[in-house]
């Protein structure tokens, strides 16, 4: 068997597309734009150039994007004073604190300072606790966007064996939740599951979110699976390069000849995080505005 590429690349130009298209009916409607305000703490390099793109993505799916890049030294008090403004500010839909943090300050602080409303991360305590018992509020992108690419390619969910492999609370808590709210049969396993290959071997649907490159293979999937990388590795240089190659936590090309289909490293999962937190700030802007969101957004 070879596995069918679920490009996930396209699929999230296609939601940014729609974001862009509905964003635009909402500026009508509204009489303004829906805004994110995203927030950076000191000068990481990677943190720098997500925020970069975060912006460029608001802007060309027609949003606002304000940028509050703070020095490194900045206080527990000052930035919790600019959450409470943000919190206030009727222009603002969305507020993401992008982590991590530098070590002075408290994430999970901050994170219960933002209001649940305007949380597109849907990292708050009341979201997690809204995903745990099905009520409506903001789920991580990252898992959402899993979740999209797998209805898209299976449809209906119900009685799958579903393993997701990590338990954070950015991915695979919120991941499991998701299959399960889809009637999935779920596993979570994580760094101290026994027979890990063997509880993989199960699965219908296999989600990877360790951070161990190509850790899974082959052999520990069923025929038929469909595996979702969640993982972001980048393997040792080879000789004469300067950076190495991305992989996933799946061995993709081996995987490939059991699995139906499978999400690749680069461009699977990766693009469809900036693609949802689009779409989770669009609907966070309608629910502000007291608008009924699109309901294929
Ligand atoms: P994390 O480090 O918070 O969690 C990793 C999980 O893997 C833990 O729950 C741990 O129990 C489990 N684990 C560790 N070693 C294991 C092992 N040997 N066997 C089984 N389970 C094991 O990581 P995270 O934030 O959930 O991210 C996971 C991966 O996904 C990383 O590679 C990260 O870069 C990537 N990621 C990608 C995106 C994206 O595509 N946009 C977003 C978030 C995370």
């Not at 509204?30 to 990481?44: E, Q, S, Y």
């Not at 119900?158 to 950015?170: D, F, M, P, T």
């Not at 490939?256 to 469809?272: F, L, R």
Request: hydrophobic share 45%; charged share 20%; proline share 5%.
């Amino acid at each position: 068997m070879t596995a069918t590429r679920i490009d996930g690349k396209a699929f999230a130009a296609a939601l940014r597309e729609r974001v862009g298209g509905y964003a635009a009916s909402f500026e009508e409607a509204a009489g303004r734009k829906a805004g994110l305000a995203v927030v950076l703490v000191g000068d990481d390099p990677a943190s720098q150039v997500y925020v970069g793109s975060k912006g460029k993505a608001t802007v060309a799916a027609n949003m606002a994007s304000f940028e509050h890049r703070l020095p490194d030294e900045t206080t527990s008090q000052e930035l919790l004073a600019l959450v409470e403004q943000l919190n206030q500010d009727e222009s603002v839909d969305g507020i993401l604190v992008q982590l991590p943090l530098p070590s002075h300050l408290d994430e999970q602080s901050i994170i219960s300072a933002i209001s649940p409303d305007k949380d597109v991360d849907g990292f708050h305590v009341i979201n997690a606790g809204r995903l745990s018992v099905g009520q409506s509020g903001f789920v991580p992108c990252t898992p959402l966007g899993c979740m999209m690419l797998l209805t898209d390619r299976l449809g209906d969910l119900s009685g799958l064996e579903a393993v997701v492999i990590g338990r954070s609370n950015i991915v695979g808590k919120p991941m499991a939740q998701l299959l399960l709210d889809a009637n999935a049969t779920v596993t979570i396993a994580h760094s101290r599951t026994k027979d890990l290959p063997g509880v993989v071997k199960r699965a219908d649907i296999v989600v990877a979110a360790v951070g161990r490159a190509e850790m899974v293979k082959a052999e520990w999937l069923k025929e038929g699976a469909t595996v979702i990388d969640v993982g972001i590795n980048r393997l040792p240089p080879e000789p004469g390069k300067e950076k190495g190659r991305l992989v996933g936590d799946v061995a993709f090309n081996e995987a490939s000849e059991v699995a139906a289909a499978i999400t690749p490293v680069p461009g699977g999962v990766g693009p469809m995080t900036i693609a949802v937190l689009l779409r989770n700030t669009l609907v966070a802007a309608h629910r502000n505005a007291g608008l009924t969101a699109p309901e294929d957004l």
